[in-house]
């Protein structure tokens, strides 16, 4: 046990010292280029965050591990939403675009729901004799909305150039905003803070398994547990420095971005390269994870309705840990 607990630690200083160079980096480049925090939050940052999901059901669906990849990135989802989103809100309260309330979280929402329809064979057909299954089609299809969200994201951000250069202008003027690094160096931090948060996230969730197998516990309840919250790391790392450092739009897009990368891009990915069965404990997951996302609507939406930006506050932040407690609870309850 002494050199998986060694490796775990080696992961974690990684981790969070990939996530504060990331951070750096992209905050960096949003600024120079007219970005904004939200938009860089939502790919780049989503993307190199999620990669450690992407890597492992990549192998997880090349060798059947049906239970893992699909629990990976359910309970990556559940923890991103409740306890990442929480302790980001806990460190310092998460101010979030109307343009986010309406727009990016439905997105989330959406893709929640799709993948509920994906896997209601069953219940569609009005046959309990077949098996529940995200096919290559499905995969397929999860792909195209993908498509959809990064072209979308990309229109938004490319029209609002001109406003947040002004801003960014005005806030370095002023002896505020982000420390603007030069482009290549900036690009190698974003690429290193990447690589490392993918290393990182790799050597913690090796080492989480050893440490788990040594105590008997079943792949199933690894996967949504431990294997969830280590691929989920990165985004607690990236969205908790950026929450520290008050840059909450980079914290929040992170999270949305997140999610939408694990339903539309992996659990496409993965189900193209192998049809993943669905268990009766994998539904419970979904449902699950789709109430966390919508969750966030009705924290948010009273605020927006009153023509205020939304905020989650300290309290809702830790309210949301504790669902995520529960929700652990319940799982190694069930398992």
Not at 83 to 88: D, K
Not at 172 to 190: D, H, I, P, R, S
Not at 267 to 287: H, K, Q
Request: net charge positive.
């Amino acid at each position: 046990m002494l050199i998986p607990t060694l490796i775990l630690i080696a992961g974690l200083i990684v981790l969070i010292t990939s996530a504060d160079q990331l951070v750096k980096g992209a905050s960096s480049i949003a600024s120079k280029f007219g970005f904004s925090s939200l938009m860089i939050g939502l790919t780049v940052v989503a993307f190199g965050s999620s990669a450690p999901e992407l890597v492992v059901n990549i192998f997880a669906s090349l060798k059947g591990s049906y239970d893992v990849a699909l629990g990976n990135v359910m309970g990556s989802n559940i923890a991103n939403i409740l306890l990442i989103l929480g302790i980001a809100a806990m460190i310092r309260p998460l101010r979030v675009k109307r343009a986010t309330i309406f727009r990016e979280i439905p997105f989330a929402i959406l893709g929640m729901l799709v993948l509920i329809a994906m896997v209601s064979d069953k219940f569609l057909a009005g046959d309990s004799g077949i098996q529940d299954v995200l096919s290559r089609g499905d995969g397929i299809a999860l792909i195209g909305f993908f498509s959809i969200f990064l072209y979308s994201t990309f229109l938004t951000a490319r029209h609002g150039r001109s406003e947040n250069l002004a801003k960014a202008k005005k806030a370095k003027k002023n002896g505020e905003g982000v420390k603007e690094y030069k482009t290549w160096l900036a690009v190698v931090m974003v690429l290193g803070g990447l690589i490392g948060l993918t290393v990182g996230g790799q050597l913690i969730v090796e080492s989480a398994i050893a440490i788990a197998k040594g105590f008997g516990v079943s792949e199933a309840l690894i996967a949504v547990t431990i294997v969830a919250i280590g691929t989920s790391l990165p985004e607690l790392a990236a969205s908790g420095v950026a929450a520290y450092r008050g840059d909450t739009d980079l914290a929040v897009g992170n999270i949305v971005g997140s999610n939408i990368f694990n339903v539309f891009w992996i659990l496409g990915l993965s189900s193209t390269i192998n049809p993943l069965p669905i268990s009766e404990g994998a539904s419970v997951d979904i449902i699950i994870a789709l109430a966390a996302t919508f969750m966030l609507f009705p924290f948010l939406f009273n605020r927006s309705a009153r023509g205020k930006a939304g905020l989650l506050e300290r309290w809702e932040g830790a309210a949301s840990v504790f669902a995520y407690c529960l929700f652990i609870a319940f799982a190694i309850w069930r398992g």
